[in-house]
């Protein structure tokens, strides 16, 4: 029996079977590239979902996490710490907010933002007590609470985790008419991903995303953009709002803020609506802990030299452009920006990840029929240029 047989056997009889991963079982990753247990080689064109944007043990962020680790690495937050008043004044910088309420999962963050919306609503906006609503995007992916869950379209993540919350609306996402239609004055949020990952990379019509952002201004709500995965370089800008020029109220980061090392996830936004909470009233134990902080600084001030946004933009064009060609007798369509694409079959994609992975490439499909890219953003044209032969090949074979 190989290791990897041996392996699985422990995750499939031992492990809830919330996931349907690969078969490769993976020990060892630097860079663009992880080995397995059996001492093959793969090219991650997945990068754990836009978490490791700065590759697999970035030598700078290994370096500020072993720094960190020689120091301290969790206080609560009943006392303060010298890595979190930097952590959070620097993160409001990057993104031109005033305050941030760091948590750890991405699920978390857009919870608290939940809250923090619904909190303002009462509190700022003036909306009656338990009238508010917010509202959300069919094909959203927002994370996994039962209150997120709640407005999820997708049936599979959705059915058989009632009662759900109520207090949500659900529009066609990038129709601009529907949205107006939903939002009234007990709006107090609407929730939106720049581009939608999960969903497929889904990129909405141009103009919608600052017709969102009209809205939320006419009608006195909160634009809340859900950036875990669509932020921090991944689409050639530090946010993907900014290829439409939209500032939000409120932006969700996660997932690579804690460059791949921790989970942190953060809301940023300003005083007026982060300063609703007082003492007690929102927390985590883990949530902006010195070892997350100390990432999270070191994350911050990779993204403030720009060179992974650069990379990510000239290298995505190349990207999309080789990704055009693939013939359209297999690929539906070709979606994305910057390195992240969606390439949308006709057939069934998991066989197709399957054989990219016997080929030396990990990549993963979402929805049945989508092959997502999303390699680290440290990745050359050499390497890059490799993986889409791969493809072209798995695509073939
Ligand atoms: C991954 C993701 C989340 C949830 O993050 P977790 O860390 O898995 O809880 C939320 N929103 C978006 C857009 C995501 O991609």
């Given at each position: 029996m190989t290791t990897t047989n041996r392996l699985r056997a422990l995750s499939d009889a031992h492990s809830a079977h919330n996931y349907h991963p690969l078969p490769v079982v993976i020990a060892?990753?630097?860079?663009?590239?992880?080995?397995?247990?059996?001492?093959?080689?793969?090219?991650?064109?997945?990068?754990?979902?836009?978490?490791?944007?700065f590759g697999h043990r970035n030598p700078r962020l290994i370096a500020a996490a072993q720094r960190q680790l020689e120091r301290v690495t969790l206080v609560s937050r009943a006392f303060d710490h010298d890595q979190f008043g930097p952590f959070c004044a620097e993160l409001a910088r990057l993104a031109g907010k005033d305050m941030v309420l760091p948590m750890n999962s991405g699920a978390e963050a857009v919870e608290t933002a939940l809250k923090t919306a619904r909190k303002w609503g009462y509190e700022v906006k003036g909306v009656p007590a338990d009238q508010a609503n917010i509202v959300a995007f069919e094909g959203n992916f927002h994370g996994r609470t039962t209150t997120i869950v709640s407005f999820s379209t997708d049936p599979v993540a959705h059915y058989s985790y009632g009662p759900y919350t109520p207090g949500f609306r659900v529009v066609p996402y990038g129709d601009v008419a529907a949205l107006r239609r939903a939002v009234d004055a007990f709006t107090v949020g609407v929730l939106v991903e720049p581009i939608q990952g999960e969903a497929g990379v889904i990129v909405p019509?141009?103009?919608?995303?600052?017709?969102?952002?009209?809205?939320?201004?006419?009608?006195?709500?909160?634009?809340?953009?859900?950036?875990?995965?669509?932020?921090?370089?991944?689409?050639?800008?530090?946010?993907?709002?900014?290829?439409?020029?939209?500032i939000p109220d409120v932006y969700l980061?996660?997932?690579?803020?804690?460059?791949?090392?921790?989970?942190?996830?953060?809301?940023?936004?300003?005083?007026?609506?982060?300063?609703?909470?007082?003492?007690?009233?929102?927390?985590?134990?883990?949530?902006?802990?010195?070892?997350?902080?100390?990432?999270?600084?070191?994350v911050i001030a990779i993204l403030e030299t720009g060179e992974f946004q650069d990379r990510s933009r000239t290298l995505g064009e190349h990207l999309h452009k080789r990704l055009g060609d693939l013939p359209p007798r297999t690929v539906k369509q070709v979606r994305g920006r910057g390195l992240w694409a969606g390439v949308e079959l006709h057939a069934k994609a998991r066989p197709v990840s399957e054989r990219l992975m016997e080929l030396g490439v990990l990549a993963k499909e979402t929805q049945d029929n989508t092959l997502r890219l999303a390699p680290p953003l440290m990745i050359g044209q050499d390497e890059l240029d490799w993986a889409l032969d791969q493809l072209e090949r798995a695509l073939t074979g």
């Open positions: 060892h990753a630097e860079g663009l590239w992880v080995t397995d247990v059996e001492g093959r080689r793969y090219l991650d064109m997945l990068a754990a979902y836009s978490a490791i944007n019509p141009r103009g919608f995303l600052a017709a969102v952002r009209e809205l939320c201004t006419e009608a006195n709500a909160l634009m809340i953009a859900d950036e875990i995965q669509s932020g921090l370089g991944r689409t050639g800008t530090t946010f993907a709002l900014e290829h439409e020029k939209v980061l996660g997932k690579a803020l804690g460059g791949g090392i921790v989970p942190l996830s953060a809301v940023v936004a300003d005083q007026d609506v982060l300063g609703v909470f007082r003492p007690g009233q929102h927390g985590s134990t883990f949530g902006g802990n010195p070892l997350a902080c100390a990432v999270g600084r070191e």
